[in-house]
């Protein structure tokens, strides 16, 4: 079992960064995946940077250039920094996390954090 806590949501003007953190409180199930999504309201749930094991990353194309996905290992928290926010990115942001258990895989979800990005 994994459990994600997240911290670093909050209000920001355009142009404004915001880090956010995704700490999981165990390093002994390995992760096959680490990312973060997000949800709008009346909008489907969009994945916005992810990372592999190997530390390849992916990123929406909307964030691209602006959002960088990182990790630190030692403390099994992945970060999303987020620079030059815009209003269309306000949305509650989920970190995302898939434990590899074995006999199979297992989605974690955090509870989710907000952003609100002021004009």
């Known amino acids: 079992q994994v459990q994600l806590t997240e911290t670093g949501g909050g209000l920001v003007q355009t142009g404004g960064s915001l880090r956010l953190s995704c700490a999981a409180s165990?390093?002994?199930?390995?992760?096959?995946?680490m990312g973060w999504y997000r949800q709008a309201p009346g909008k489907a749930r969009e994945q916005v940077a992810g990372?592999?094991?190997?530390?390849?990353?992916s990123y929406h194309d909307s964030v691209k250039g602006r959002f960088t996905i990182s990790r630190d290992r030692a403390k099994n928290t992945v970060f999303l920094q987020m620079n030059g926010l815009k209003t269309g990115d306000k949305a509650v942001y989920l970190c995302?996390?898939?434990?590899?258990?074995?006999?199979?895989?297992?989605?974690?979800w955090g509870q989710g954090t907000k952003v609100t990005v002021s004009a």
């Open positions: 995302k996390v898939t434990g590899d258990h074995g006999v199979g895989f297992r989605a974690y």
């Open positions: 990372m592999s094991p190997s530390g390849r990353t």
């Open positions: 165990t390093s002994s199930i390995p992760f096959t995946f």
